[in-house]
């Protein structure tokens, strides 16, 4: 187990991180004059009570993931089903990353790779490391994050003080802050703080959780919001932002450094978020591979556990191999259903754990 609670922090901000190469600055973008402003504020304050609520019932379970809770709480027909669900769902959060950052290698790096090669690169990396245990992955998270959040930084200030940068792009904005939120863009709005979900499954890497200082998740959350959507609309100004598939990349491909080896900000700013994309895709997929053993009890151990487990690294890469062959409208169309279903599915998993809470509860009188 870690010795420390302050690795909740790292979980919640490496969603925070890695949503500007998925769906988050596309989602607000498309809202940018029909609510994107008053849905991150709104999304503040339900990212924060989601967390709260999940915190506070994960700390009743110490030592416990969500299957060993959810089996020994329900029956094992619902216990299964619910965790097969929710592995999909972490799965599905897993592949939208990867499958984003290979059409981000084509379009700013590599063209002329295959694709296939790109994915299958991806998916040794993820693969072999998927496996291990959850302080292992937790210890490696923290030392990415400590390594490639100055380098952000630079790069945030370079886009800022770039001359190029429009202030009045951004104050148009902002005009629009009175428009009434959609729920799409609330469901985008509070992916950043989706991060406290992995809890479920490395609560078991924490003696006793107990989290601190909500209020510096909800501040970090609307600085990270704010700067997710701003800043591209500064740089590419309020209409020519639409134009880029990836803005914040197109962001950094505009950007020149004078006092590094490379020039082009964009190579520093692409490995930086290549290693964040991965841990990120190894963080949800070793959860997705938690859940499915957890609904199959009986091969959990011994050599019934590694079939199940390189079964389920051939299914996870298989499934990544065919998304592939998702057109870009496709895949933007999907990543939005992504946002709006996660979203409800986070409130449904804080009610399946409450149940099961309330149904240990009234069990334990019994017991003793």
């Known amino acids: 187990m870690v010795k420390h609670n302050y690795y909740f922090y790292y979980l919640f901000l490496i969603n925070a991180l890695i949503n500007i190469i998925n769906f988050v600055p596309r989602g607000l973008i498309n809202e940018r004059f029909s609510g994107a402003i008053m849905a991150i504020l709104a999304s503040i304050p339900i990212g924060v009570a989601f967390t709260f609520m999940l915190v506070k019932l994960m700390s009743k379970f110490p030592g416990e993931d969500l299957p060993q809770i959810f089996n020994a709480n329900f029956k094992r027909s619902i216990a299964s089903f619910l965790l097969i669900l929710h592995g999909l769902l972490w799965y599905s959060a897993g592949l939208v990353t990867l499958l984003s950052f290979v059409d981000v290698t084509l379009r700013y790096i590599s063209s002329d790779v295959q694709p ?5 690169g991806f998916l040794v990396l993820v693969g072999l490391c998927i496996r291990a245990t959850a302080e292992s992955i937790l210890y490696g998270l923290e030392v990415l994050i400590i390594l490639n959040v100055p380098i952000i930084i630079y790069v945030l200030a370079k886009a800022l003080l770039n001359p190029s940068f429009s202030w009045d792009a951004v104050m148009q904005i902002i005009t629009y802050s009175w428009e009434a939120p959609s729920f799409q863009g609330i469901a985008t709005g509070t992916f950043i703080f989706s991060g406290y979900l992995n809890l479920v499954i490395f609560n078991k890497a924490f003696k006793a959780i107990k989290v601190r200082h909500y209020w510096f998740l909800g501040l970090s959350g609307l600085v990270v919001l704010l700067i997710t959507f701003l800043v591209p609309v500064g740089m590419h100004g309020t209409m020519g932002v639409t134009r880029h598939v990836y803005p914040w990349f197109s962001t950094a491909d505009v950007l020149r450094t004078k006092n590094f080896i490379v020039e082009r900000v964009l190579f520093m700013f692409y490995f930086t978020y290549l290693s964040l994309a991965l841990i990120s895709c190894i963080v949800h997929w070793h959860c997705a591979m938690v859940f499915f053993k957890g609904a199959l009890p009986a091969m959990r151990t011994g050599k019934s556990r590694f079939r199940l487990e390189m079964v389920l690294l051939v299914l996870f890469a298989v499934g990544a191999l065919y998304a592939q062959n998702l057109d870009q409208y496709s895949m933007d169309r999907i990543g939005l259903w992504f946002m709006d279903i996660r979203f ?16 240990f509860r009234r069990r334990r009188p019994r017991a003793s």
Do not use: G, K, S
């Open 344 to 359: 409800c599915a986070e409130a449904i998993l804080i009610t399946c754990v409450f149940t099961a809470y309330r149904l």
């Open 116 to 120: 296939f090669f790109i994915m299958l």
